[in-house]
């Protein structure tokens, strides 16, 4: 597989494997099916996996943590922040240690390669006090790097001129094109890495749901499509899903030939300029499979770009844009 700087971190495979799947909010994955999913994205060159403490209350960081017994070269990301209410108050020097300690010990390691701020209010991101901490937590030998997870545009650009920071992870996907315009080019100029996820539109852009297509109560795609439990954004990347399933079917004849929707999709992602790492997730080793192979897709040419943009404008561009 390519591989990609990401920040300050390391060079890692340009698909990653996103691990809030196999913990929680996505309907029910056996230890089984999450463990092969795993080996098998790293059989087929995944070095990159993002998680965090809340997937599962640890359960995704335990997995990962059995797979770094077997494979220590590995690159882990995860996230902490959302143990608590968010409010600014409680990002503070010792929650951030207890949480870490909590990662490091899921995870079973001493230093964390990247921990994430995962989605903070903005004011946070605006804080000296926050990211002063975060030094000092480098300096201690308990993380590599820092990077922040966010949810709109403009969080992205405050993170990327803090000057320490690793990385910014964004939602960049066939659905979501604003982070094209500001954060790819400032990412690029600061040498800010680029963690893009909810790459297939929460499994819209897999190709595979229909207007009857149902989900349990466990799975977000369920219960937060209008933002009921965090923000709306994370679920279908914020759209309506009959404009999403509309969408794809506008989308479906541009796939290539011998690759899938999914595919197709993720390849998109890692043509555009500053992307690091895309994060698909997967329940089993047939989806991990296949998005490790998006990476040898060859890139899209120019009239298949401008025609992804011409759906997103007439369809997308009129429900998210202004939004995040």
Not at 14 to 32: D, H, L, R, Y
Not at 204 to 222: I, P
């Amino acid at each position: 597989m390519d591989t990609r700087v990401l920040g300050t971190i390391a060079d890692v495979g340009a698909v990653g494997f996103g691990a809030w799947q196999i913990g929680s909010a996505w309907g029910e994955v056996s230890e089984p099916d999450a463990m092969s999913a795993l080996h098998t994205a790293v059989e087929e060159g995944v070095t990159f996996i993002d998680t965090a403490d809340v997937y599962g209350d640890g359960r995704s960081e335990r997995l990962v943590g059995q797979l770094l017994k077997e494979h220590p070269h590995l690159t882990v990301a995860t996230k902490m922040g959302r143990r608590m209410a968010q409010e600014p108050a409680h990002y503070n020097s010792g929650n951030f240690r207890a949480w870490n300690d909590d990662s490091r010990r899921n995870l079973g390691v001493d230093t964390v390669d990247l921990v994430q701020l995962h989605c903070p209010p903005s004011t946070v991101i605006d804080s000296d006090a926050v990211f002063d901490d975060l030094d000092a937590m480098v300096d201690e030998g308990r993380i590599r790097a820092y990077g922040v997870s966010v949810e709109t545009c403009d969080q992205a650009l405050a993170a990327i001129a803090r000057p320490n920071l690793a990385s910014v992870q964004i939602i960049l996907n066939a659905f979501r094109h604003k982070p094209l315009e500001r954060v790819l080019p400032a990412a690029r100029e600061a040498g800010v890495g680029v963690i893009a996820r909810v790459p297939l539109a929460s499994g819209l852009l897999s190709g595979k749901f229909t207007a009857e297509s149902r989900f349990g109560q466990d799975d977000h795609r369920n219960f937060n499509r209008h933002g009921e439990a965090f923000d709306r954004g994370e679920t279908f990347s914020g759209i309506d899903y009959g404009t999403g399933l509309e969408a794809v079917e506008r989308l479906r004849p541009l796939v290539p030939e011998g690759a899938t929707m999914a595919q197709f999709a993720l390849r998109w992602i890692l043509d555009q300029d500053g992307v690091s790492v895309v994060i698909p997730g997967a329940r089993n080793a047939e989806q991990a499979r296949g998005n490790a192979a998006a990476a040898q897709l060859p890139p899209l040419d120019a009239k298949t770009h401008a025609q992804v943009r011409e759906v997103y404008d007439e369809l997308i561009r009129p429900q998210v844009h202004h939004l995040w």
